[in-house]
């Protein structure tokens, strides 16, 4: 049996992104799969840019997603909103038909600095992926909140209940695609 692609898509671009800690985590939870993470450091949709045609970073992200297998998608918090980086993400991806997106196996996990560990992200994240027919595996929603003091030094999850929550994640993903 082949493996199958996970793509990581982390709705924060900095290095040190806690959520690319936790898609990695959630990835290495998984087991045996081809995993790439998607660069979504992408030209704002702009459409009057699209007409001229679709930049070729945005063609690579659709490339990518129709490849996949599953989406593991990070939303971090912005000012209780979804961030601009994976927004803008998933608007340049409804922009193609058929839609990469549609009936395509995900998981969506936040971490953010707050006590509510990105909540109102996460559900904004989870209304875009409903109209762009996303097929989330859900479960009760996993926010790492507090991040800076959830991941150790080498970027793992510290603690047992949310690494199970993941995992268990993880698993159903697995079970869904596998
Ligand atoms: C512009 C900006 C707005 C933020 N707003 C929130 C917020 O509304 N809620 C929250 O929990 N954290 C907020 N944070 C803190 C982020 O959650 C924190 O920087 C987190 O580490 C970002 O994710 P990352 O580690 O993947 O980059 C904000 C950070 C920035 C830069």
Known sequence: MTKPTLLLMSGSLREASYNKMLLREAAAAYGD???????????????DVEDRGIPEKVTTLIKQVRGADALVIGAPEYNKGISGVLKNALDWLSRVKP?????????VMSAAGGRSGGETAHFMTLSILTQLQVNVVHGPLILIAAAQNEFDENGALTNDFLKGQVADRMARLRGMIG
Not at 99 to 107: C, E, G, H, R
């Open 99 to 107: 839609w990469p997106t549609q009936d395509k196996p995900a998981v």
């Open 33 to 47: 799969a081809n995993v790439i993470e998607a660069d979504l450091d992408l030209p704002l949709y702009d459409g």
